[in-house]
């Protein structure tokens, strides 16, 4: 039996090892041999290779940044199309018509700026479709898309989206009068902790924030993430399983963010957030001059179903996204908020029935 044991706990150590050195060593050392070769294409040109760098920083984020800086993501704004450098020159090359209302949307993790396009053909016959274009041709917005790396804690990048959008308004060539932020899934997270540290710091651009839109964000946590870290903390607990637990352990601070939805450093504790108190007696405030919406989505048709708030939108279950549930309610107000059915969560992506909320909220 001495002997099985061993075998079974050798091969347990050696695999689970194997696979957390390979996995992001191999692909990052792949990844960065595609990406330096000579006369090759940029690895973020293609929507395949878009894909794969979202994927590798969303999971392992922070480690890449600190190993294999050439595939870290960098925070940039871009107009879809291509990259907006933030300057005056810059914007006026990039955004010809620049308005002075600004929609800025963020992706969430795993996802790329390209991100917000997906489902366009299906859902508008348009594959150049999406929230900023139909807002641009609605309501004369400017539209703007962030790209950034998912894997970072939330509060690093909520504090560089706040330094970067007090860069923008700065540089923009005509005033601004106006901010819409809309943010999908961890996005919503990093838009609010961006505000909040924004008006903190007294920063310019917060006070022209009109609407704070988040769309599938766990704002109360996202229950996957919390099953994996119970997973851990009960892996951790015997030697033969430990390995396990250490590869578990080793995704990104972004992800582990997600556990209770922690948006600043204070709810992040050092990025461990083990010890975070659900019952919390003040949640992250909002802005008060601006309005914020939610949209809440759920794969069953009728939203009202007894399964629908738990099965959600098969990432982010109802509560959460509507940040209210037994313990803890965030402000949003009443008539600023959707429950849709029907709808999975790279729906909320591109999706009319959603647009029309957002039109509505925001013009």
């Not at 293609?46 to 920083?57: D, E, I, Y």
């Not at 609407?211 to 964000?217: A, D, E, F, I, S």
């Not at 007696?281 to 914020?292: D, G, M, N, R, T």
């Not at 007894?306 to 008539?335: I, K, Q, Y």
Request: with cysteine.
């Amino acid at each position: 039996m001495r002997a099985v044991h061993d075998a079974v706990t050798a091969t347990t150590y050696g695999t689970v090892r194997l696979a957390h050195l390979a996995v992001p060593r191999l692909g990052a050392r792949a990844a960065v041999a595609t990406v330096t070769a000579p006369d090759r294409p940029a690895l973020g040109a293609s929507p395949a290779g878009r894909l794969a760098l979202g994927t590798l920083n969303g999971l392992w984020g922070d480690r890449v940044e600190r190993r294999y800086a050439a595939l870290a993501t960098p925070m940039a704004l871009s107009t879809g199309r291509s990259d907006v450098e933030v300057t005056e020159a810059g914007i006026r090359r990039a955004v010809p018509h620049a308005s002075g209302r600004l929609a800025v949307f963020v992706h969430g993790l795993c996802e790329s700026d390209r991100s917000w396009w997906l489902g366009a053909e299906r859902h508008h016959g348009d594959p150049g479709v999406s929230y900023g274009s139909l807002l641009s041709r609605d309501l004369g917005f400017t539209p703007l898309y962030l790209r950034y790396n998912s894997g970072r804690c939330i509060a690093d990048n909520a504090r560089a989206l706040s330094d970067l959008l007090e860069e923008l308004v700065a540089a923009w060539p005509v005033p601004v009068e106006e901010i819409v932020l809309v943010g999908h899934s961890m996005g919503g997270l990093v838009v609010r902790g961006a505000c909040h540290l924004g008006a903190e710091a007294e920063t310019s651009w917060t006070s022209a924030v009109r609407h704070v839109c988040c769309l599938g964000t766990p704002h109360l946590g996202a229950r996957l993430e919390q099953r994996v870290d119970l997973v851990t903390s009960a892996l951790d607990r015997w030697p033969e399983t430990r390995p396990a637990a250490g590869f578990l352990d080793g995704r990104s601070a972004g992800v582990k963010d997600l556990r209770h939805g922690a948006c600043v450093d204070d709810d992040a504790h050092g990025h461990d957030i083990s010890g975070f108190v659900q019952q919390r007696q003040e949640e992250v405030p909002f802005l008060p001059h601006a309005s914020y919406s939610f949209v809440a989505a759920t794969v069953l048709s009728d939203v009202d179903h007894p399964a629908a708030g738990w099965v959600g939108d098969l990432v982010v279950h109802l509560p959460s996204a509507s940040g209210h549930d037994r313990d803890r309610r965030l402000p949003f107000l009443e008539d600023h908020g959707a429950r849709l059915g029907r709808l999975h969560h790279l729906d909320l992506l591109n999706h009319p029935a959603v647009y029309d909320r957002l039109r509505r909220w925001i013009g």
